[in-house]
Antibody, heavy 118, light 108 residues
């Protein structure tokens, strides 16, 4: 059974940094394309970014609001994907989900909350 | 960026009734690269259908997707109590960014 467990969320001041982790099991992580999505309180879903598998180039894509501030990287030896977030803004507040899939989004973690506030 | 508009915003129905949810795109979605997700309060979304009529693993056949071009529909043939939730459409045509509709809430 596919499992994705996010961690690392919390309260951060504007301008600060934070790294989220997503530990996975139950599937061949090294072949998986991985995404981060987020959901602001009471709002809809927003795609944040994606990293391809290393065999497919390992490249990343980002949504415009986070490009240049957020970085997705992966450690296939640990079956884990990360989201490094810098220069955080209040509008980055929300629940962050780790999700498998290159196009449609197959399996979702339960999410980890991030609050950006002073 | 492709904008997806879902309608209605809220659908008030009873168990056993049929639900029809609409998702309209601001430009043609090639290869019908559209998916639907269900989200219940406090839970992560769950993939229902993609492509746009292929059901994900374990999804009951009362859920069906259809459409092409710019107009897509999710139909729930007979609502079960556990189907009352928020539903989102998502396009994955071409290259990212992937975008979502604003959601349709199906309530009792």
């Amino acid at each position: 059974e596919e499992q994705l467990v996010e961690s690392g969320g919390g309260l951060v001041q504007p301008g600060g940094s934070l790294r989220l982790s997503c530990a996975t099991s139950g599937f061949t992580f090294s072949n998986a394309w991985m995404n981060w999505l987020r959901q602001a309180p009471g709002k809809g879903l927003e795609w944040v970014g994606r990293i391809k598998s290393k065999v497919d180039g390992g490249t990343t894509d980002y949504a415009a609001p986070v490009k240049g501030r957020f970085t997705i990287f992966r450690d296939d030896s640990k079956n884990t994907v990360y989201l490094q977030m810098n220069s955080l803004k209040s509008e980055d507040t929300g629940v962050y989900f780790c999700v498998t899939g290159g196009y449609y989004l197959d399996y979702w973690g339960q999410g980890t909350p991030l609050i950006v506030s002073s | 960026e492709i904008v997806l508009t879902q309608s209605p915003g809220t659908l008030s129905l009873s168990p056993g009734e049929r639900a029809t949810l609409s998702c309209r795109a601001s430009q043609i979605i090639t290869n019908s690269n559209l998916a639907w997700y269900q989200q219940k309060p406090g839970q992560a979304p769950r993939l229902l259908v993609y492509g746009p009529s292929s059901r994900a693993t374990g999804i009951p056949d009362r859920f069906s997707g259809s459409g092409s071009g710019t107009d897509f529909t999710l139909t729930i043939s007979r609502l079960e109590p556990e189907d009352f939730a928020v539903y989102y459409c998502q396009q994955y045509t071409g290259s990212p960014p992937w975008t979502f509709g604003q959601g349709t809430k199906v309530e009792i």
